[in-house]
């Protein structure tokens, strides 16, 4: 099991930036895929963007793809994302996810894939 601690959230008006961290415990960060998902007020919970190990890729969704970035630091075992020319369909609450890597494939985007969660932290976006 890995813990994960959201960070950085807050208010931001249209056309901002805003970035958001999570920072996980444990020794073995790089054996995880990190995700990055949202849930918006009554809505379900959506893919943001993700790190997946067995690839060395990252993913995006599309609400994501070309405005948000997904980074890490291994050495601070904490995933990044940065989010530019935000918008206030992007208000919503953040939460980190992280999955072990095993080698197989499996879906990157799908939220019951993850086995750790963070509290989330929330971004709201003003117009």
């Known amino acids: 099991q890995v813990q994960l601690v959201e960070s950085g959230g807050g208010l931001v008006q249209t056309g901002g930036s805003m970035d958001v961290s999570c920072a996980a415990s444990?020794?073995?960060?790089?054996?995880?895929?990190m995700a990055w998902f949202r849930q918006a007020p009554g809505k379900g919970r959506d893919f943001v963007a993700a790190i997946e190990r067995r690839s060395s890729s990252t993913y995006y969704g599309d609400s994501a793809r070309g405005r948000f970035t997904i980074s890490e630091d291994n050495a601070k075992k904490t995933v990044y994302l940065q989010m530019n020319n935000l918008k206030p369909e992007d208000t919503a609450v953040y939460y980190c996810?992280?999955?072990?890597?095993?080698?197989?494939?499996?879906?990157?985007?799908?939220?019951?894939?993850?086995?750790?969660w963070g509290q989330g932290t929330r971004v709201t976006v003003s117009s």
């Open positions: 444990g020794r073995t960060f790089n054996t995880y895929d």
């Open positions: 996810a992280a999955r072990t890597s095993d080698g197989a494939y499996h879906p990157i985007s799908v939220a019951s894939e993850y086995g750790n």
